[in-house]
Structure formats: C-alpha cells, structure tokens
C-alpha cells in the first residue's frame, strides 16, 4: 500500500433513506448537502449562504431556533442592492424592508426544519473572523467594504466551544433527538498564507476534538484528514490547487454515508445511480421504438422506487417524454416461409401461366404409344384412368440434395442385387396370360468391369427362348450319355474389350515370380471369351428372317456357336435361381438403321 487510509467506525445509529439533515458552514458543506439532495435525502444545504467562521454560523442557527436577533443594524448598501453582513452575497434585495422579510421568511423555514431534523452538520472553515468597528461584533461576510472598517482576529479555541456548546444545547431543548456531526473544511484558505492556514485549521481541530469529548451526540467526521493524509496528491485537486476535484468529492462522499447511514440506504444508491445514468441519457434518434422502450423501463423503475422516496418530479419528466414521441408504427406481418429440409431451386413457370386441363377427349385425340405384340394383350386387359378434375398448379422444384441421395441409394441398390444374384441363371418366360417377365441374368464378373445392361424388345424376349430351348436339350443329352454338360458364355457375360491404355499399363506391370509362373502352368488356362461386340438395335427382321426365326429351335446348325467341353468339377447341390422382381418391357427406341459394314445377329 502506497496511502496511508484512515479507518472508520460506523456510528452505533445509523440513519436511514428517511433521515432530515441540515448543512450549514463553509463551502464544503454545500457539497455534502447537494449530495444529500440528489440521493433523495431530505436534506436543507446551507440556507443562510456560505458562513466561514464557527460564531457567525452558531448566531444564526440560535436565531433560527428563536434567539431574538437585530438584523437591521447589520443592513448595508453593496454592489448596487442592499445586503446583510450577517448573511452570504446571495441573500439581498432592493430594498432594506424587502431584504428584511427574506431573512425572517428563512430564520421561520429552518426553525421549522430544525424541529423535525435528525442531523446538523456543522463544517468549520476557518479561525479568522472579522469583527466591525462600528458594532464590534462579529460579521459573516464584508461584502467588498473598504477594510479600515473591519478588524481581522484568530479565535481561540475557547470562543469556538463555548459558542458551538450553547448553539448544541439551544437546539437539544427544541428537538432532544438531534445530533451534532462537526468536521473541518479541507479547503485550504491562502489568502491567510499557507502557514497561517495551518494554524487556523489546527485551533478548528482542536475545538472539535473537545466538543466530541464533551457532548453528547457530537461527533467528528475526518474530511480535513482524508484529503490531506489519505489522498495527499495533487491530482485531487482543482485547478486553482485550493478545492478538491469531484474524485476525491465522490471519495469523501461515499466514506461518509458509509459511517453515518445504514446498508439498505448503500443498496439505494447503487439502484439509484443507475436511475440518474438513464435519466441523463439522449438519443441519436428520439423517435426509434428502442428509446421508447428504454423510457418505459425507466419509468417502471421509477414507480418501483416511489415507495421509498418522492420520484414524483422524475416521473413526470419521463412522461413528458414519452408523450413527445410520435405515435408507434405498428409493424407489418412477415411471410413465414416453409420448412423445407432440402435445398431447392424454383424453376416453375410463372404464376400467371395458364394450367393444362386434361380432358377425356384431350386424352383421346393423343398418339397412341408403341406396344410389342408380345405386350399388346397384356396392356390392353389393364385399364386406362381417365382424368376428369384440373390438377392444381403446383412449381416444378428441382433438388439438388435430394438428387444426390437417390443416386447414391440406387447404385447401393444395384451393388446389392449384383451381389446377391451370383451363379444365378437367366430364367425362361412364362407362357401364362399375366404379362410376361423380362429379368436380367446376373453373371459373375470380375469387379473392374461395368455393368451394361441393354433394352429389351420382343426380338430379346424370342432370343431367349431359342437360348433356354436348346439348352434343355443339351441337358437332356448329356444325362442320356452320361457326359459332362456343355456351357456356353452368355453375351452379357463377356468381358469388355480392354483400351489401349490398359493394354500398355498390364504390359509394363510388375512380372510374376517363378513359383507363381510354375502354379499358373500347373493348372488348365481356361478359354478365352470372345470379344463383344458393341450392343446396337437389331434391325426389323423380314418375313424370310422371321420363317428362320421360327425353325431356329429344332435346327442346330442356327445355334450359336459353342465353347469346346471343359470338365467341370462335381459341385453340390445347385441353389435355386433368384428372380428380380417383374417389370414391364419398355419400348424400343428409335436408332439410325445400321450400316452396310456393320454385321447383324443373323450373320
């Protein structure tokens, strides 16, 4: 610690937000009183105007508690108006009459103050005095007469006591309740030079010191000491190196009401410093709804506090401020847009497009679509919907989330039954009236090649019959020979013809080692399959190519050509074939007519 702090006892009866307090003396007492006032206390600062000298302060008190007193001898005419030299520059008039009936209307107001006061707060500002030749009394103020009029003495600590003792037992007579708290003003006074000032202030601290000893209820509040040992900066300071700043006014402030009043009066100040804060606010612009809303809530606050204090002049300013405002704009509703969970894009037309009605004779007047024959009496037992109502408009909508997800849970799908449907067999027709099933035969392929899959027409369907005719034949055949079956290699099971890409990166891969060379020699190098040909649509067959279409099944030399036999290894029971569900056959599409070079299925 680099200060030396003063420390304090709070009195053993506090006072609380109700308590009356009278300031009277020299300048510091205005600062306490107007504390007092602006923290809601009531509280009379200083009505006789600053008084310097303990006598002058203890003469009008004693005439305001009823001590007869003659202010007439002390009237003077100064500074164009007459003046009192028993009172401050501040309290004058025109005329001695009117002068005359100031001073009693203030003698009477604090009389009637003192009677019902809790508190008298005496600060002592300096032991000089000035006393008038012509009375020889003790004066207040010179009000700028010429000084061979006055003589300058220092009292005597005695003088001080006994004044301060008969003033502290006039007022106990009137009000018994009332308390004495003395302090000397920290201000310094150095028109009587600093060493003089010294000793002013001492013979003040002294006659202090006793008072406190002597009475009952006198007490001692150090200001004098807290600024000259515990803030002995000159940053606490005014300008003028005399007056205290408003830093160290705050500081003697608060280390004041923390001796004299209670806790609940601390826990209003920091509620009401919050208040005054609000209360100084201004706004860049009045008429927004956030000042409107902030007067509001400070007027809540305000009337919340009116059972403690009188609020009543804040809460009609803040009123005359709300009614200044302009009237609010109510605001207009926002349009909630939907939830949607994925991101969408509108690509609808616009909302004043005119919407398609489809009508049975709409419906009529269309291009029938193509079906096989194979699929025409199938189709044609299914009847057709007929639309009666307008469907109502609704925006076409394109996903962009939602497109991605599907592909990837198709292609999952489609690992999926690839997986499942190995070693399975392309099935046969079947001859029922229902319509008939178009599956694709899944063959076991290595995993590098893609997966074609090709339309289906009537002439597939017919091709596939032939293909399930004569292999049963060839089953039939071997189990009356006893010979291993013969197999052929489906066109959707032959490899893709690799690129010259490929070629070259298999050429320059690594070399296999011998031992591997010598297991692959060990074993039968299976046939390789022939090279496909790319899928293209046949070409419409003619009667001739239809009428060898039909003998197909019972002629061998039209079968497709065969692989030579391979002994295949007994194997367990064959698993029943997996079926993919039922779908109906889509449509040919139109293709260019192949070219002269290009051979067809017949060739």
């Not at 920290?186 to 202030?201: E, M, Y």
């Not at 803030?231 to 003028?240: E, G, K, M, N, V």
């Not at 292999?471 to 032959?494: F, I, K, M």
């Amino acid at each position: 610690m680099f200060r030396t702090e003063i420390p304090l006892t709070p009195h053993p009866t506090p006072l609380s937000l109700a308590a009356r307090v009278l300031t009277i003396g020299s300048c510091f007492s205005d600062v306490l009183g107007n504390r007092l006032s602006n923290y809601k206390v009531r509280s009379l600062a200083n009505p006789f105007g600053t008084v310097f000298n303990p006598l002058s302060a203890c003469k009008l008190l004693r005439a305001a508690a009823g001590e007869e007193t003659d202010w007439q001898q002390h009237l003077v005419p100064a500074r164009g108006r007459w003046q009192s030299y028993d009172l401050h520059a501040t309290v004058g008039s025109d005329s001695p009459v009117e002068l005359l009936q100031h001073i009693q209307e203030l003698m009477q107001r604090t009389g009637q103050f003192l009677e019902t006061a809790d508190v008298v707060v005496l600060t002592l500002g300096t032991a000089y005095a000035y006393r008038l030749r012509e009375t020889q009394e003790i004066v207040s103020n010179c009000h700028k007469v010429p000084a061979d009029q006055f003589e300058k003495e220092l009292l005597t600590p005695d003088e001080i006591i006994n004044a301060i003792a008969e003033t502290h037992a006039l007022l106990r007579r009137r009000n018994p309740k009332l308390r004495f708290v003395l302090t000397v003003s920290p201000v310094r006074h150095i028109k009587d030079t600093l060493p003089l000032n010294a000793v002013s202030k001492s013979i003040l601290r002294v006659a202090c010191h006793y008072l406190s000893e002597l009475l009952p209820d006198v007490t001692y509040f150090p200001a004098y000491e807290l600024l000259m040992d515990d803030l002995r900066d000159y940053r606490f300071y005014a300008a003028d190196m005399i007056h205290p700043t408003a830093v160290a006014e705050e500081y003697v402030w608060e280390r004041f009401s923390r001796e004299y009043f209670d806790s609940n009066f601390g826990r209003f100040l920091k509620e009401w410093d919050a208040v005054r804060q609000a209360m100084a606010h201004r706004p860049l612009y009045p008429a927004s709804p956030e000042h409107r809303q902030f007067l509001e809530a400070t007027l809540t606050r305000l009337q919340r506090l009116g059972n403690q204090v009188d609020v009543r002049p804040e809460i009609r300013e803040v009123q005359k401020q709300l009614h200044s405002l302009p009237a609010p704009i109510k605001p207009h509703p926002i349009a909630v847009p939907e939830v949607d969970e994925e991101e969408r894009i509108d690509i609808g037309e616009a909302e004043n497009a005119p919407q398609r009605i489809i009508t049975p004779a709409a419906v009529a007047s269309l291009p029938a679509p193509y079906i096989p024959p194979a699929l025409d009496e199938a189709v044609s037992d299914e009847e057709t919907p007929e639309v009666t109502e307008a469907a109502p408009f609704k925006k076409k909508r394109r996903s962009r989330g939602g497109a991605k997800r599907s592909g990837r849970k198709k292609a999952a799908q489609l690992a999926a039954s690839l997986a499942n449907s190995t070693d399975d067999e392309l099935p046969t027709a079947d001859d029922s009236s229902q319509q008939p099933e178009i599956v694709e035969a899944a063959v076991e392929m290595p995993p590098s090649l893609p997966v074609e899959t090709a339309d289906y027409t009537d002439s597939t369907v017919e091709a596939s019959a032939q293909s399930a005719v004569v292999e049963e034949q060839a089953t039939s055949e071997v189990a009356e020979s006893g010979t291993a079956p013969v197999t052929s290699t489906p066109a959707s099971a032959r490899p893709k013809r690799r690129t010259a890409a490929q070629i070259k990166a298999a050429k320059t891969s690594r070399k296999p080692t011998k031992a591997a060379a010598a297991k692959s020699e060990s074993k039968p190098r299976a046939a390789r399959p022939a090279r496909r040909k790319p899928a293209s649509e046949p070409p419409t067959p003619t009667p001739e190519q239809l009428s060898l279409t039909l003998v197909a099944p019972s002629s061998p030399a039209l079968d497709a050509p065969i692989a030579p036999a391979q002994e295949m290894p007994p194997t367990a029971e064959t698993k029943p074939a997996k079926t993919t569900p039922k779908r109906r056959a889509r449509p040919p599409r139109k293709k260019p007519a192949p070219s002269a070079d290009q051979p067809t299925s017949e060739t």
